[in-house]
């Protein structure tokens, strides 16, 4: 299979990197993207153990690694690729940074902010279930690994 590129399916494929490193260091394996004029501009995954800091989600380290790389908090023009919904706390960050645009592939039903109503910037487009089964295959993987 050949993938377009710049197409969400490019971007969410980097992103299903991202959550495969986090997945090899014993991370929940939830990767994340930013994506400005079809560069990607920061690569990201959950870090929560290895920091020892529970905001070191995918999506805030990517989030922050974007403005960093721009000099900016505002990241109007860009787009975060994600693989997992964001939850309460990666929403809100994406919508003090006003993304332009919101791609996840997995939802989280349990953690996901959706569940909570729509906490993304009123300008924020979103579009959901890209990749959805490959996304949720890694977490699937880690859950079961930590079962046994």
Not at 51 to 62: G, I, K, P, S, Y
Not at 86 to 109: H, I, L, N, T
Not at 115 to 120: A, F, Q, S, T
């Amino acid at each position: 299979m050949t993938l377009s590129l710049y197409s969400d399916e490019y971007y969410m494929r980097e992103a299903l990197k991202q959550a495969r490193y986090a997945l090899e260091e014993e991370e929940i394996p939830i990767g994340a993207v930013v994506v400005l004029d079809r560069q990607i501009i920061a690569r990201a995954y959950n870090q929560t153990e290895k920091l020892r800091d529970v905001t070191a989600h995918a999506e805030m380290l990517a989030l922050t690694a974007a403005a960093n790389h721009l000099g900016n908090k505002y990241l109007q023009d860009c787009t975060l690729y994600v693989t997992v919904e964001p939850c309460v706390m990666c929403a809100g960050a994406s919508f003090w940074a006003q993304v332009k645009r919101v791609v996840y592939g997995a939802a989280e039903d349990k953690r996901g902010y959706r569940r909570y109503g729509n906490l993304l910037h009123p300008r924020t487009e979103l579009a959901t279930g890209i990749m959805a089964l490959e996304c949720a295959a890694l977490m699937q993987e880690f859950f079961a690994r930590k079962r046994k």
